[in-house]
């Protein structure tokens, strides 16, 4: 059995992106207890259509409620799970203690995946959250191949899900205390402003009132910012250590990013060539990658200049139909009559050129320049293509 995919799921749309593009499951959160609260994330409604939409295509949902919570918060948390468990999710992530009794209290139907924040490095963590019932474990990014292997061995019934791609905290297990002290917006109430993002200054006192400046090296001051992980010549490692559930981070990401990070994991999950969906992977945008501490300590995972790229593609529209010889796409890149695109589908016409022929507007007027945001655009087109498909511009060296 082939390990599965699991992808971020932002909103509704994301969710059917991510699964149209390959993936087996998604993760995704409610309105509340998420520690992703600026993502669009779901409504009631929302997440029985998502549910019910991944169900019937045979795939998994599972709702994150993994923040660190407050007294308050279990007014509500019961009658949540009881939601989760009407709906059928397939399982509810959770980092807190008393969060986990009240799940298995209030739904007891539910699987219960224990999150990243719990920070499980250990055999022993691993035994006890599954003694108390969890059926999985995500495992704390800071753990090397051979300590993932010694849990499974220790503990072979529990399922372990594993990050292999996407941003990387700088905080352990992503504990941080710096978006709240810095903007008072609490990371682990799910309001992260990325303050490991910005650029700092580094300054030392001599006295109460004078500062001066410490002169930077040649590697810039981003003294916090992490490279972006990246595991994708490393999952047959990962696999035979005994993770079951390779995990795409970025719920806040755009659906470009995601639907290429998902599919080419989907295909180097299938068997396609490494090198060729390492090269796909450098397609979205994303810092310097690393393989963190996958094979021992590492002290090369900050990022310390501002070196986050879009990407070696323009994302340029999103297929809505194909008839009679011509593709129709929205528009979210400029683009122009005879330009050359290159398709991104989960589908054989992966990576197949096409030129935009015959160009015309949504009223099916000829036009040499789509310019305006979300029109339907139509050319011709000499093969099919689906909705869904993703239409991008390689960027010249």
Request: proline share 2%; hydrophobic share 40%.
């Amino acid at each position: 059995m082939k390990c599965e995919l699991l992808a971020p799921a932002g909103n509704l749309k994301k969710l059917k992106t991510a699964i149209r593009y390959g993936a087996d499951a998604v993760y995704l959160g409610g309105k509340s207890f998420s520690l992703r609260a600026f993502s669009d994330n779901f409504t009631r409604e929302e997440l029985e259509e998502g549910i019910s939409y991944a169900h019937a295509l045979g795939k998994k949902v599972y709702v994150c409620a993994n923040i660190f919570a407050v007294n308050k918060d279990f007014q509500v948390l019961p009658d949540y799970f009881r939601m989760l468990e009407s709906l059928k999710a397939d399982g509810v992530l959770v980092s807190d203690l008393g969060v986990f009794r009240v799940l298995r209290e209030s739904a007891p139907s539910l699987c219960v995946h224990i999150s990243t924040q719990a920070n499980t490095l250990n055999k022993e963590a691993a035994k006890f959250w599954h003694d108390l019932g969890a059926s999985r474990v995500v495992l704390a990014r800071e753990l090397s191949v051979a300590e993932i292997r010694e849990i499974h061995e220790a503990v072979p019934e529990l399922e372990l899900e594993a990050f292999v791609h996407g941003a990387m905290c700088v905080s352990y297990s992503g504990r941080c205390l710096l978006s709240d002290y810095l903007t008072s917006r609490p990371s682990n109430r799910g309001e992260c402003v990325q303050a490991c993002r910005f650029q700092f200054e580094l300054r030392a006192r001599e006295q109460e009132s004078d500062w001066f400046p410490i002169t930077e090296d040649g590697r810039g001051a981003y003294l916090l910012s992490g490279k972006d992980l990246n595991m994708s010549a490393h999952l047959k490692e990962l696999e035979e250590a005994g993770v079951c559930s390779f995990k795409i981070e970025g719920r806040m990401k755009g659906e470009y990013y995601l639907a290429t990070v998902v599919n080419a994991y989907r295909r180097l999950i299938d068997g396609e060539n490494v090198a060729l969906m390492q090269r796909e992977l450098m397609a979205a945008s994303h810092r310097d990658y690393t393989n963190a501490y996958a094979f021992g300590g590492n002290a090369s995972t900050v990022s310390y200049d501002d070196n986050k790229t879009d990407g070696t593609c323009d994302f340029i529209a999103v297929v809505t139909e194909y008839r009679e010889g011509r593709v129709y796409a929205e528009m979210r890149g400029r683009f122009y009559e005879g330009d050359l695109l290159e398709v991104l589908s989960p589908t054989n016409t992966f990576l197949k050129e096409v030129k935009t022929i015959d160009l015309r507007d949504g009223s099916g007027n000829p036009s040499s320049d789509a310019k305006r945001v979300q029109e339907i655009y139509s050319f011709v087109c000499p093969f099919e293509l689906h909705e869904g498909d993703i239409l991008r511009r390689r960027k010249r060296n």
